[in-house]
């Protein structure tokens, strides 16, 4: 009689440990987004409290605080594409379309305004702030390339230029008095449209 072979569990054991170190991980970011933009100044060991972790298990997430800002911005950067492309972008007209997505972006970030001010001086690379904002970047073109087709918007300029000048615009206009106003206005006057 041949007996039967021990069911193999090290394949489980392994999955159910990355399923830990991802709740670890998205526990500890959410942590940080509520408790870093009603304490800017709170260290990785409040952090960790209000996460239900250990400073250990903070740390082999993220080895330096900096790095636990990176992921912070990097989450609000993924709330605010999610946003964004809950807005209908692809509907409507193109200067409506886009007015929505830059009003789903500032209510995204508007619940935020310490930690975005805290996440702001991180250092990054062009090429590095590039890539966080890729995704947003094509939400607006996608509208912008739309609109410039229909004739809403003026096709001599470039579309990726005028997108690069959109963010940049929205980041001049973000904790400013009037700030969405004065986006509004910008954005429709570099764009032409009516």
Known sequence: MNPTPAPNT???????????????????????????????????????????VTRQTVYAHFPSREQLLTAVLDRLTEQTVAAMAAADPDSGPAAEALLRLLDAAEGATRKYPALIRLTGTLPASREEDAERHLPVAELLERVVRRGQASGEFDGRLPADWLVTATIALAHAASGQPEGDRLLRTSVLRLLRAD
């Not at 394949?11 to 304490?39: K, M, Q, W």
């Open 10 to 52: 090290a394949p489980n054991t392994a999955r159910n440990r990355r399923a830990d170190a991802r709740r670890s991980r998205a526990s500890i970011l959410d942590a940080a987004i509520r408790l870093l933009n009603e304490r800017p100044d709170a260290g990785v060991g409040a952090v960790a409290t209000a996460a239900g």
